[in-house]
């Protein structure tokens, strides 16, 4: 007797425990439909078969249901086509979302009438039927699956060098970030769910080879989705590259690469922390200018950088620029004395890392003008003997900037985390990349910290404004 | 409630008619005279500038001298932004081309797409968004792609009746046109390459 009711009990156990299982393998298989019908729905898949508008083939990209339809399936008018509401105005259900697709595999609208250009006709797979209708039965609900977002986490992506010059500086922003962001999950989190960042590391430079930095962005995030990119080592990218970012519906939240131009990216989608070297420049001419009077005719000296000069050129119309020529010593080093305003030495902008700028100091006298950004020399090493003008990207990274190059880049990363944490609390708890989108649109002015202000406007693309300092001399204050 | 839904249906099913029947009474108000009008009474041409426009290399292309004159056209427009109507549209115009190149290539009318957003559409754009359809674009090709400064393709737009305050109002109309001949017609973009193909035949005729 005991021994049948303890058999009876193992067997109740065990389809329990079954049971409890075989639902669990059913919602992650719904989970994972969901996921791919949202891919779809928004482009960032492409279909299988190719899709035709009256019988004329459609680029795979052009064919998402979310171009025309809006991002919940709302519809709207362009052109003076109206594009109908998915949902007719019901709730979404499983029984309306079968109908749906069961009409693009029919080309007949849910009411029987045939679809017209512009409607493209669809030739979907069993499977994309399935992931198509698992998404549409909860678009625009609680339950609608957002990339990189569940009920306990919040995955942002941080892409980075793997190796090369700039790996230990993206290495320490990671760090700032990854801090910054454990600082706020010990405090709750946002909006009950954890924030985490996730490394995406590349080895291909977007600028030269942006085929494989693509592939290997794109593998890194089908393994790790995340719903926004923050703190990027992304610099110059080529049009097209911003396009797939934006066609992957990729925000770029507070990026830290070092760009040569301000992105031409759409607006809203990509906010970078740090000014670019053009911006840079620009916005410190007129600094160099009152002091060094004869900076119309400047001698550049330029690291080996792709695209460089053409940023400088740009940024510094009207002048006369001498490329890397040769630098002689100056003929007034050895004899005018300390403290000679400079009117008559040479105007030098130096972008070189700091070794070469320390090199330049010593061959420059007190009548040579200098002018140098942190970003490329860092402000350490010893003081020109003529005046010096060194540009930062903000007031807050001056204390740190003269000493760890580490601990600066590290601090941006955290200013990286405060602004990412406070677009996402602003695009709310159903968060998707449109929302924060937005906020980055409409977020003009946020203060992280005393004395560091983050302004953003339409035209201005950078948070951290320019700042330009004279180094001061002992010998020549 | 048994008795409150019927109603609230009811009203929303006329509130939703109206609002789809108004966009396409007004799109068919305007396109009606057009479609309904026998292939003989053409429109008067278009007042068009000789302006001086870009096409996707970055060429200067004066719209009549150089693109124009004498030749049978097939006018669209699009901007390089647009989601909803404009690939449909090149997908259908791509066929079109291509079915035109095989049947009479001597006869070909040459196509003309104008951008409605020229501060958006530089020639770096034009050629991403040929790239991506995988056209061939020039007047050897039969079809080029203009855009230029805003207040010429304004002129241009105003021409052919298109508002350019807002690119993503552009009609979905194409204009076709002998400029030899002065005969000019409008038809809806958004046809098949076959009804598209008969209209030009009318023009051509």
Known sequence: MKRTRAACLLTCAWLIAASAGFAQTNENALAAQREAGRALFHGERMFQRPVKVAGAAMPSDAAACALCHGRSGQGGLEAGVSVPWLSEGTPPSQDLARRVVQALARGQSVRGQALQPPMPRYDLTPAERDALAAFLAVLGTDAEPVRGVDARQLRIGMVLPRSGPRANAAQAAFRGLQGQFEQINRSGGLYGRQLRLVALPTDADPASQSGPWQQQLAGALAREPVLALAGSWIGDLPAPQWQWLQKQRLPLIANLGPALREPAATPGWTTSLLPSVQAQLAGSATDFDTRCVHSQRLQVALAPVSGLREAVAAALPGRTLGFNAALPASAAAATAPAGTAADTGQHVLALLPAAEVEALRQRLGPQDCLWTLAMFSGAGGAKARGPELLVLPAQATLPLAGGDPQALWESLGRLAGQLTAELLSQAGRRVQPESLVRAQLTQTAFEPAPGVKLELTRTRRHALPVLATWRKNDDNP | ?205
């Not at chain 2, 693109?67 to 690939?87: E, N, Q, S, W």
């Not at chain 2, 409605?116 to 056209?135: E, K, N, T, W």
């Open chain 2, 1 to 205: 409630m048994k008795l409150v839904e019927p109603m609230v249906r009811a009203d929303r099913r006329r509130v939703l008619g109206w609002g789809r029947a108004l966009p396409a009474l007004a799109c068919g108000a305007w396109l009606a005279p057009t479609m309904a009008r026998p292939a003989t009474a053409w429109l008067p041409a278009p007042n068009l500038p000789d302006a001086t426009l870009q096409n996707h290399q970055g060429r200067d292309l004066r719209l009549l001298s150089d693109v124009m004159k004498d030749r049978v056209l097939l006018v669209h427009f699009f901007y390089t932004g647009c989601a909803t109507v404009c690939p449909p549209q090149t997908a259908l115009l791509r066929e079109l081309r291509r079915r035109l190149d095989v049947q009479a290539p001597a006869r070909n009318p040459l196509f003309v797409g104008l951008s409605v957003d020229p501060l958006g559409d530089g020639p770096a754009q034009l050629r991403a968004y040929l790239q991506r359809f995988d056209i061939q674009a020039g007047r050897e090709a039969g079809w080029v792609w203009l855009t230029g400064h805003p207040t010429a393709m304004a002129r241009v737009l105003r021409g052919f009746g298109v508002a350019t305050a807002a690119p993503d109002q552009h009609p979905n109309l194409l204009w076709l046109g002998d400029t030899r001949r002065e005969r000019w017609t409008r038809t809806a973009s958004l046809q098949s390459p076959e009804q598209l193909a008969a209209r030009l035949a009318e023009v051509m005729a």
